[in-house]
């Protein structure tokens, strides 16, 4: 089976036989990911992040809801964090969104970081380009329930929504070091708990010290009640506005293209890499290079200008 | 080397989910990544999640005796979707002389209480191949 072509046919079963294919780091999975390139790039991704418990499940799944109301598809990326132990996972933020399993306009797609840090998965950006080019309107991925340095999220999203809780007390000062950063609209979950509005009040102090001229978009902060529905409207509306926003100052294809830059140039390092490892003598040249680092007898701007020149590659 | 990726789902009406619990739990200490769909689970949910995670196997623990009508089920419906080669096991109080029929109808491993884990972990080896 054509798994590319069969899932831009909408074949589930394809879509979802090419994720696996991508996150198993199988080439079959890239060549499929070429043939879809060019039908990517017209889903709104969102992204979801915050600490562990804060209700992130719980939000995708009215999140979905609000958005299947408004005649999109949505498709959803979960992960969760591998053992480091043992290498397993229990990936359970689906649990929270199984009404919509039958649903044919959700795709739910749960993921290990497998080690990866960031809060994404290796494969994550792969995986919701291929449910981007299967034509789900909206891509909403969950991240693992984070600290503050687990932003990545930023560079797959075209908007990120930060969730926190009330009783985080001194955490959310902390937050502010890292993921405050990267909210574009910031979310107070459990809002039928006490201190909900403190919660409000310190994110917005700190949100005020921000400059914002550079994208001109002040981050709204919002109070849901995801397990009751609360605050659900207002937040996909947000969404779009943002989306809007984005569009409009055309933030949105100046992200776009970054992003793009980021990915040719990683995988010119990753290839280049791989170059050294499989032209003739390039391994070997490579460890005595790395010897003599280690010996102190050359230095690294030296002994790269060697092995490029042992690889021919004009630098 | 390619994970292991399972579904482990709980059908039924009853809120009993320790055993598909207390196997997702040995299954991730053994290295499994473990698709987790919670309770009550009607047999097309099971088999849309299973669709959409790509998983090797699907289990399904019951406990509430309508386990003829689940596993039968989950077994067609696999079939009609196109994923009637991935494995399907299941666990719980299943009377010893339904387990033949089940097995008869496509299920590969039926798993009594008290069935030792490491018999269960190899088992499920076994059926993904
Ligand atoms: N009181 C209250 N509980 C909520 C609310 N939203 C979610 N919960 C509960 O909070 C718990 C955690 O919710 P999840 O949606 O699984 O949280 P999560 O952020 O996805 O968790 P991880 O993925 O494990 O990081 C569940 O028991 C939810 O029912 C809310 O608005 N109010
Ligand atoms: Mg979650």
Redesign the pocket.
């Known amino acids: 089976m054509d798994y590319a072509q069969e899932a831009l046919n909408g074949s589930v079963l394809a879509g979802a036989r090419l994720i696996r294919l991508l996150e198993e780091g199988d080439p079959a999975g890239i060549e499929g990911l070429k043939k879809i390139y060019p039908h990517a790039g017209q889903a709104f991704m969102i992204g979801i992040t915050?600490?562990?418990?804060?209700?992130?499940?719980?939000?995708?799944?009215r999140i979905i809801t609000e958005f299947r109301g408004r005649g999109k598809k949505v498709g959803v990326i979960?992960i969760?964090p591998s053992s480091p132990f043992s290498g397993g996972a229990i990936l359970?933020?689906r649990?929270?969104m199984q009404r919509h399993a039958t649903d044919e306009g959700v795709f739910v797609r749960s993921m290990a970081t497998r080690g990866h840090l960031g809060g994404l998965s290796r494969a994550t950006f792969q995986a919701a380009l291929v449910l981007d080019a299967m034509g789900y309107d909206i891509v909403l991925v969950?991240t693992?329930?984070v600290g503050q340095d687990e932003v990545e999220i930023v560079d797959l999203a075209h908007t990120t929504a930060v969730?926190s809780l009330p009783g985080m007390g001194d955490d959310i000062q902390a937050m502010k070091a890292g993921i405050l950063e990267i909210g574009d609209i910031f979310i107070v979950?459990?809002?039928?708990?006490v201190g909900s509005d403190d919660v409000v009040r310190q994110l917005q102090v700190m949100l005020e010290m921000r400059d914002y001229s550079a994208t001109n978009w002040t981050p709204p902060v919002l109070k849901?009640?995801?397990?009751?529905s609360?605050g659900i409207i207002e937040l996909v509306d947000a969404f779009l506005e943002h989306r809007d926003h984005l569009v409009s100052t055309g933030i949105l294809d100046t992200r776009v293209e970054e992003r793009e830059l980021h990915f040719f140039k990683e995988l010119v390092k990753e290839m280049a890499y791989e170059k050294i490892n499989t032209a003739a003598g390039g391994a070997k040249k490579y460890a005595m290079l790395t010897e003599a680092l280690k010996k102190r007898e050359t230095d690294p701007y030296s002994a790269a200008e060697t092995l490029m020149e042992h690889l021919k590659v004009d630098m | 080397m390619k994970k292991y990726r399972v579904l482990i789902a709980k059908p039924g009406l009853d809120g009993h989910d320790r055993g598909a619990k207390v196997i997702a739990k040995f299954l991730q200490e053994s290295g499994f990544e473990v698709v987790y769909t919670g309770l009550h689970q009607t047999p097309e949910q099971i088999v849309t999640s299973a669709l959409q995670e790509a998983v090797d196997a699907v289990g399904i623990s019951v406990l509430s005796g309508s386990h003829n009508y689940v596993f039968t089920e989950v077994v067609e419906l696999m079939k009609a979707k196109g994923i009637g080669e991935i494995p399907v096991f299941g666990g719980g109080t299943i009377p010893e002389d339904d387990i033949p029929p089940l097995m008869e109808k496509g299920v590969k491993a039926l798993f009594r209480p008290g069935t030792p884990l490491d018999e269960i972990l190899a088992k499920i080896k076994e059926i993904i191949g």
């Open positions: 915050g600490p562990p418990g804060a209700g992130k499940s719980t939000l995708v799944d979960a969760d359970g933020d649990v929270r969950e693992v329930g969730v979950n459990k809002a039928d708990r849901t009640i995801a397990s009751k609360e």
